[in-house]
């Protein structure tokens, strides 16, 4: 396998470093000047500070070299993938292209291979998703991901090339369960966010996490996921983790919200811009997603977390 990734942020480099383990690796940044600094330094100080690049990593913004590569990690945000996708989709013909951001695009409402598909009808689709920080995989600390992807003998193949003494990989096929599991969590994440920031409590973060799961299920089940795969690695297991920790950005920025503190819009945040799509195909799809409506409010400061708590507990009581 000629391996590249494209996306040069915390996660892109993140991958790059762990897989790097297991052969070279182009990591591809748009920007001329960030591939530059990141080779020298042979570290990426701007998006993924004290981890240094192994030898065999070259940095590049050429993106020749990235189309050289015959399997490419995408680890551009849900929201620019499409956009960037359509730009180049010449080059991609035919290629393994693996999905590794999390997010349903607001302007086509499509998940990342989705995306793929549309733009790039001939490529080998698949989506790398779980639970995961980027400082985790590039520190080589055990992490466990669900590799999704139609065609089973090149899941197998992405699994066996993409695994590391640390980085386990799990095959599934459902890859509309690991796009929907990734984007949704994040979602969810910030609603804990909130919850937590806004002093509702422990207690009120279990159930917003188990409710939360349980709109998973839901539009899981009416998009045409297994409801198996979201109680794998891609769903709960990504939940569980963005949920409950604040090396969470999506989760941060629910604290932010819900604490009424500033937030570095520049930070990459999939669920607010998710929250909006997800409530959209609700609409269409006439699902009751009573907290991704109101994740989608707060987001945009249409509601406070007041506002957002009374909706929810104002709720007809109803069988679990
Ligand atoms: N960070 C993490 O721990 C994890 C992240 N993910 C997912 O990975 C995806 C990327 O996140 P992450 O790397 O953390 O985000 P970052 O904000 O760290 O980096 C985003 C990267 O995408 C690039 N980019 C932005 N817009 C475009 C565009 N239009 N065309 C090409 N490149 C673009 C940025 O380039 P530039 O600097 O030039 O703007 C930057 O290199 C997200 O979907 C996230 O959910 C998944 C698991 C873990
Ligand atoms: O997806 C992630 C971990 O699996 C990273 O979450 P954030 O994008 O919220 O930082």
Request: aromatic share 4%; with cysteine.
């Amino acid at each position: 396998m000629k391996l590249a990734v494209a996306g040069a942020g915390a996660f892109g480099t993140g991958l790059a470093i762990s897989l790097a383990a297991n052969g070279p690796v182009t990591l591809w940044a748009r920007d001329a000047d960030a591939a530059a600094e990141i080779s020298k330094a042979r570290e990426n100080v701007q998006r993924l500070p004290g981890h240094p690049l192994p030898e065999n990593i070259n940095v590049t913004s050429n993106l020749a070299a990235l189309i050289d590569a015959d399997t490419i990690l995408l680890a551009i945000p849900a929201q620019k993938l499409g956009e960037w996708l359509k730009v180049n989709a010449d080059h991609f013909a035919d290629k393994r292209l693996v999905a590794c951001c999390k997010g349903i695009d607001q302007s086509t409402l499509r998940g990342p291979v989705a995306q793929i598909e549309a733009h790039v009808p001939s490529a080998i689709c698949a989506m790398l998703t779980g639970p995961s920080f980027a400082a985790d995989i590039a520190n080589h600390l055990p992490t466990a991901l669900t590799l999704a992807c139609n065609d089973v003998d090149e899941g197998a193949y992405l699994q066996a090339c993409l695994s590391t003494p640390t980085l386990r990989l799990y095959l599934s096929q459902d890859v509309i369960g690991a796009e929907l599991g990734g984007a949704l969590k994040n979602v969810i994440a910030i609603a804990c966010g909130v919850c937590m920031g806004a002093g509702f409590g422990e207690s009120a973060r279990a159930a917003v996490i188990t409710r939360g799961f349980a709109e998973m299920r839901r539009i899981g089940t009416a998009l045409g996921a297994d409801p198996e795969t979201l109680t794998g690695l891609s769903g709960f297991g990504d939940l569980a983790l963005t949920c409950t920790s604040d090396g969470s950005r999506n989760y941060r920025f629910g604290l932010s919200i819900g604490s009424a503190q500033d937030f570095d819009t520049a930070t990459t945040v999939e669920g607010a811009a998710t929250a909006v799509s997800v409530s959209n195909l609700a609409q269409k799809h006439d699902l009751d997603l009573p907290i991704c409506r109101v994740v989608a409010d707060l987001a945009s400061g249409k509601i406070d977390p007041e506002t957002a708590l009374a909706t929810l507990l104002a709720r007809p009581l109803r069988k679990e």
